[in-house]
């Protein structure tokens, strides 16, 4: 063999750095070279007349080109290599070892990074605050620049932001973000993420531009309060989009019709969605079969907004989930809507057409100072109330009616199901509190003081929506949840659980994230698990 020859050139050709020694496979007159009485073949060999003669592989980096070079040591991040030129001459060069990959303007070998990005080895701009910038691959092996936010943040088009409430849907979540923008992620098979494409772990933005600053994400519909107008999306086969109309679904937000001033909070439920104005005004639109829309009718639909007969003004909180729905009005909880398990707390099984007071064993009817309203949350088929109070007097707590087939009401099962009158949820609650936080999903029930860093869940748990990361059970008395943070709200959905937390434990420091678990088939916690789509009980950021 002989020494490399020290006048190699290095070049760039289709991403392969090359030499500049050739060779043919003919002489001068057109007779093809032979080795040891054999022609070489002339598309894989040339001839080696130093080592034998003997044909040798064209890409043999040992024995390349005409000259049979050995090609020298190759630069860091590569291998030598006889790499085919122009004119289908051979020469010494070097090919990428992966990850590395050739960077034209320096003619080496270089990892992927914020340094050298990309075909062109860009240098990647600086990331926008409270983000990181990376040399990301966007598919396929392609890299380019990209940025990545810290956590809690979200990650929008311009930059990184903070979230700001989370509303969760049956399969579905949304939050709103700081400065207004609305994000949604999971099912979309009724176009409820605001966009005709596929659903997944990804949040979609739903808006270009304006301020959110309500939404509610119900079974396949989505509303919130955009620029100071209430807008729809998603499924309305019974009109709960609110445009007058029921039918086929639309991805498209769109004010519902007639006028709806001043909403500053909107929920939604099965096939129906309420809005409550400032003045504490409520009305509902939507499905109407079993009394949802609260105007005194049982009409099948009602697809634009209508005045709720008993609720003029003075509701302070309305919650929804299935098909029915309560507020929080001046110290009384009134509720209307479906009542198969009792969950309008009016006893009985026959549906509420207007809203009902509930009475609740032993506290009066409304009631009074020290004793206050301060939480409401109602699930599929149950409801509970948060009641606050001077401790001692066993009165404050949570308390709960409806379906207990789940042991959704927290008071561990044993109370009849369906439980018609509220009782008191002594395994779920925690007794003496001054102020707490409250949230059902469908068969499940968190509650917590507030700014704890840990609070409980009762229910179904077949999906750890309960919180229960061992292997999922059918219920949870009272799971412990510990999001990593103080928490500051509770939204339940049909099999998962969101909750809004200050990331720094104490003191509060403004920095909210969210923190989801249960059900991820359809994407819904924002995140990817594995294997893929399966369930989990750990409160993780989302997305």
């Known amino acids: 063999m002989r020494a490399p020859r020290p006048a190699v050139v290095l070049a760039a050709l289709a991403g392969l750095g090359i030499g500049a020694c050739g060779g043919s496979l003919y002489d001068e007159a057109g007779v093809p070279k032979v080795a040891n009485g054999n022609s070489c073949n002339p598309d894989t060999q040339h001839l080696c007349a130093a080592t034998g003669p003997v044909c040798q592989a064209n890409t043999d ?44 303007t320096q003619n080496l070998c270089l990892e992927q990074s914020v340094a050298a990005c990309g075909d062109t080895c860009q240098v990647c701009p600086a990331a926008p605050p409270n983000g990181t910038a990376v040399c990301a691959d966007q598919g396929g092996g392609s890299f380019g620049c990209d940025f990545t936010c810290a956590a809690g943040f ?54 270009a531009g304006g301020v959110v600053t309500a939404v509610a994400a119900g079974a396949q519909h989505t ?22 109309t029921t ?39 939507g499905a109407n079969g ?97 009641v606050s109070g001077a401790s001692g007097t066993k009165k404050d707590g949570l308390w709960c009616w409806g379906d ?18 509220p009782v008191q949820a002594t395994v779920l609650d925690n007794q003496a509190r001054l102020d707490g936080l409250l949230g059902a999903g469908a068969a499940h029930t968190c509650a917590s003081r507030a700014l704890e860093v840990s609070f409980k869940c009762a229910g179904k748990n077949d999906d750890f929506q ?38 720094a434990v104490a003191p509060a420091t403004g920095q909210p994230a969210i923190k989801c678990w249960g059900r991820n088939a359809e994407g819904q916690l924002g995140r990817a698990t594995s294997p893929a789509g399966s369930s989990t009980g750990v409160p993780e950021l989302a997305p």
């Open 61 to 104: 980096p040992d024995h390349c080109g005409a000259a049979c070079d050995v090609c020298p040591a190759a630069p860091a991040g590569s291998a030598r290599a006889c790499v085919k030129g122009a004119g289908g001459v051979y020469a010494c060069g070097f090919t990428c070892v992966a990850p590395a990959r050739f960077c034209a």
């Open 154 to 207: 979200f990650k929008t088009a311009t930059g990184c932001v903070r979230p700001a409430a989370v509303a969760t849907g049956a399969n579905h979540t949304c939050a709103i973000v700081e400065g207004g923008g609305l994000f949604c992620w999971g099912d979309n098979t009724a176009g409820q993420l605001g966009h005709a494409g596929a659903g997944g772990t990804t949040p979609a933005q739903v808006f």
């Open 223 to 244: 509303c919130a309060v955009h620029d100071g107008v209430v807008k729809c999306w998603g499924a309305n086969g019974s009109g709960q989009l609110g445009r007058g």
């Open 247 to 285: 039918g086929a679904s639309d991805p498209a937000p769109a004010p519902v019709a007639g006028s709806l001033p001043n909403v500053i909070q909107v929920v939604a439920g099965l096939g129906h969605t309420c809005a409550r104005t400032s003045a504490g005004a409520v009305r509902c639109w």
């Open 290 to 386: 079993a009394g949802q829309v609260g105007s005194g009718s049982l009409s099948a639909s009602v697809p634009s907004p209508s005045a709720t007969a008993a609720i003029a003004s003075g509701a302070t909180l309305i919650s929804t989930f299935g098909s029915t729905t309560c507020a929080l009005l001046s110290g009384q909880i009134r509720c209307w809507g479906a009542n198969g398990s009792g969950q309008t707390g009016k006893g009985g099984a026959v549906s509420a057409a207007e809203p009902t007071p509930v009475v609740v064993a032993g506290l009066p009817a409304p009631i009074a100072p020290p004793l206050g309203l301060l939480g409401l949350a109602v699930g599929n088929a149950h409801a509970c109330a948060l």
């Open 404 to 421: 207990n087939a789940s042991h959704e009401l927290g008071d561990g099962g044993i109370a009849p199901s369906p439980a018609l009158a």
């Open 466 to 503: 309960a919180g229960v990361a061992l292997a999922p059970g059918p219920i949870a008395d009272a799971a412990d949840v510990v999001p990593g943070g103080q928490l500051l709200s509770i939204s339940g959905g049909g099999a998962h659980t969101c909750a809004l937390v200050d990331l």
